[in-house]
Structure formats: C-alpha cells, structure tokens
C-alpha cells in the first residue's frame, strides 16, 4: 500500500498537469470506488476547477472551484496518471477524469479498493485523522505526549491513522528499527528517550521516501528507489546491517513486522 512518501510522490507529479485544470467529465467502470455515489460525482464534479493539490495522511486532497474537496485513496494497488484522451487504456483503469484540455486523470486500481469522495467538508473523510507527522508544528514532545495517552504496542499504534497520519508498514519498521525500539513492546514501556529516538527517526524515514520518490516493492508503484536503503523490512533471515544478527520476521496485529532481536531487544 502506498504510504505517506509514495503518496506524496503522487501529489508532486500531478500538480503541474492538474492545477487550474477543469473537470469536464466522468466515466466510472467500478462503481463501488465512489463516496457517496458515482451518480452524484457525476452530476457534481463537472465544472469544478482544481485550485490546490495537496496530501492528508495517505489521500490526495484535490480543493476545488465552489468549495468541494475531491479524495482520491489509493488503497493497496491504486495509481494515477495524466494521460492524452486518445491514449491506449490500461484494462485496470477503474475512474476517469475527463480534463478541460483534453487529457485524462486516470485512476487506476489492479484490487478494486480504492476510494474517491467528493465533498463539502473535508473532515468528514480526514476528520478522523491524526497529525501529520512531518507538520513542523507538531514536535517530538507532542509525539510523546500522544505515545503517552496510550497502552498498546508499539507498531499496530504507529499503523494507526488516527494516532498519526500516514505512516504505513515499510516506514514504521524502518523507523523501529533506526530507534532500536521493539516493535512488539507496548508503547508506555518507553522512556521519554526513546519515544524522542522514535519521533526523529520517523521524520528521517519519511523524508527520505519522499527524497527517493518512495519505494517500489512490486508492479504497482515504480519508480521509487527508497527499497534500496531498507535495514529491516523485508529483510527476514538476511543479517542486520549493524550488527549481523539475522533480521526477524513476525506478524504483528495482522501485518508482517520485521526487526533485529539483537539491536532492538524486546525486554
């Protein structure tokens, strides 16, 4: 799934094609992507211009002409490109923006489990969030206060969007592993230290993602070179990069974790 660096990535390449572009149209061949409903993304996205592309955690934020927000959310295998109409479609193609000039923004999405809402207010699809963790406002006091005011273990509440925004798999174990933090341990076992270790180490990861434009791991998000600097994930049963212990793999609240036993002890 892409994470924060990856949809960040996005974001940066669709707002020289996209800004001041208007929709002229819709073509939906997978209806289940649509919130509240295709028919009304239909009736309602044509005639809006982009304004202002941003990213809120792992959605691309599109403001719009009349107050609207479009979402689009790539989920586990979700991309988009801007394409000439008359370009050759790609059978994974599931939404279609027709553009003011002719062009296309296609959403294209192998596992159907992708969202796009269009909007009136933006919270009620980001409302539920947590910071941003590259906020310059939110500091590394803030982060320990938040690990402060909860109980769990220390990866699933990284995963956790509404504890902080955007931080998926690859970039919490990375960033586990740079603070030499289990990620099994429960996050109030921790001294404040530690949690800073962790909060620094967090941005470091992810600025770097988004630095090497993410990391591409399969077919379906390319052109990132993050995966060449992994030390952990992975990486189970090759030797650690600092000490040659053999990374571990576990599966942790459903997604598979990896770490070094010896660099980040449990106990």
Not at 201 to 228: E, H, P, R, T
């Amino acid at each position: 799934m892409p994470e924060l660096p990856e949809v960040e990535t996005f974001v940066r390449a669709l707002q020289g094609p996209m800004l001041g572009r208007t929709f002229v149209s819709v073509i939906i061949t997978w209806p289940n992507l649509i919130r509240p409903s295709a028919a009304e993304l239909q009736k309602k996205l044509p005639g809006l211009r982009v304004e202002r592309l941003t990213r809120r955690g792992k959605y691309l934020q599109f403001r719009l002409s009349e107050g609207q927000t479009l979402f689009i959310h790539l989920k586990m295998s979700g991309s988009l490109t801007v394409e000439p109409a008359e370009a050759p479609l790609h059978r994974h193609v599931r939404t279609i923006f027709n553009l003011d000039n002719g062009y296309q923004l296609r959403f294209k999405d192998m596992r159907k489990f992708g969202r796009v809402h269009l909007v009136d207010d933006p919270a009620r699809v980001t409302g539920h969030l947590g910071p941003e963790p590259l906020d310059p406002h939110f500091t590394a006091e803030d982060f320990v206060a938040r690990c402060r005011r909860r109980s769990g273990r220390l990866k699933p509440l990284l995963l956790n969007q509404s504890f902080i925004a955007g931080v998926g798999n690859i970039y919490a174990d990375e960033s586990c592993f740079a603070a030499r933090l289990h990620p099994r341990r429960r996050v109030g076992t921790f001294s404040d230290e530690a949690l800073t270790r962790l909060y620094h180490a967090l941005q470091k990861n992810l600025n770097a993602g988004i630095m090497l434009k993410g990391a591409s791991i399969d077919a379906v998000y390319g052109g990132g070179q993050f995966q060449n600097h992994f030390q952990v994930y992975g990486r189970g049963g090759q030797p650690c990069p600092v000490c040659a212990t053999p990374i571990k793999r576990i599966v942790l609240g459903g997604r598979s974790t990896h770490f070094c036993p010896r660099c980040q002890p449990e106990e």
